[in-house]
């Protein structure tokens, strides 16, 4: 049992190139969450994804899209990456009904 | 959009001794969760509280639910080296909202 596992966990890339931040989780949770963690900000939520097939901007939403593959994988997608995309970038899943989120270990991203 | 005030935002104490860390809001939350960040990982739950004056104990660690649903608070008693990380707070908004919002952090060092 992993828990909520993320790919890579350390990615180097230049200004304009794209990447897919991958999380999958197999604890058949119905929710998941791409946040991003930069110094002095606490956590930010980027997208969500209450239930399959559905997904939801957050605070931070732009210069990313999101993708529910299935029940266990929701990936975040930078079309051109910039700069002021470096962050540290977690996902997080959450059993329907409760209030308890679960975080995977994170991605740490550069952007040169 | 709503935000969690958390203070202090860092704190340096001699090990053994106590600690305390609090949250508060101009929102009112249906439930606050206490988190802790090691270096390099991602956020792990400590406490829940789900009822406001709620009162619960982790081991050294004791977390309370404000009576107003405003606030929230965290104590860590006879801290010892592995104390050491981020704290966030976090709450939810209920009402059948998915999504949490967490306080900047509380970065703590303990000194041997």
């Known amino acids: 049992n992993a828990g909520v596992t993320q790919t890579p966990k350390f990615q180097v890339l230049k200004t304009g190139q794209s990447m897919t931040l991958q999380c999958a989780q197999d604890?058949?949770?119905?929710?998941m969450y791409w946040y991003r963690q930069d110094p002095g900000m606490g956590l930010r939520l980027i997208y969500y994804s209450a239930s399959e097939g559905t997904t939801d901007k957050g605070e931070v939403p732009n210069g990313y899209n999101v993708s529910r593959l299935n029940k266990r994988e929701f990936s975040l997608r930078l079309e051109s990456a910039a700069p002021s995309q470096t962050s540290v970038y977690f996902c997080a899943t959450m059993k329907g009904g409760t209030d308890t989120q679960y975080f995977g270990p994170g991605t740490r991203l550069t952007v040169l | 959009g709503q935000q969690l005030n958390q203070s202090p935002q860092s704190m340096f104490i001699q090990e053994g001794e106590d600690v305390s860390m609090n949250c508060t809001s101009s929102?009112?939350?249906?439930?606050w969760l206490w988190y802790k960040q090691d270096p390099g990982e991602g956020p792990v739950l400590l406490i829940a509280l789900y009822k406001a004056g709620e009162l619960t104990s982790n081991g050294r660690l004791t977390a309370q639910f404000g009576i107003t649903r405003k606030d929230s608070f965290l104590n860590i008693s006879a801290s010892i080296p592995s104390d050491v990380g981020i704290y966030f707070c976090a709450g939810q908004l209920g009402g059948g909202s998915e999504k949490l919002v967490f306080g900047k952090g509380t970065k703590l060092t303990v000194n041997p």
């Open positions: 929102s009112i939350f249906n439930t």
């Open positions: 604890m058949n949770h119905n929710s």
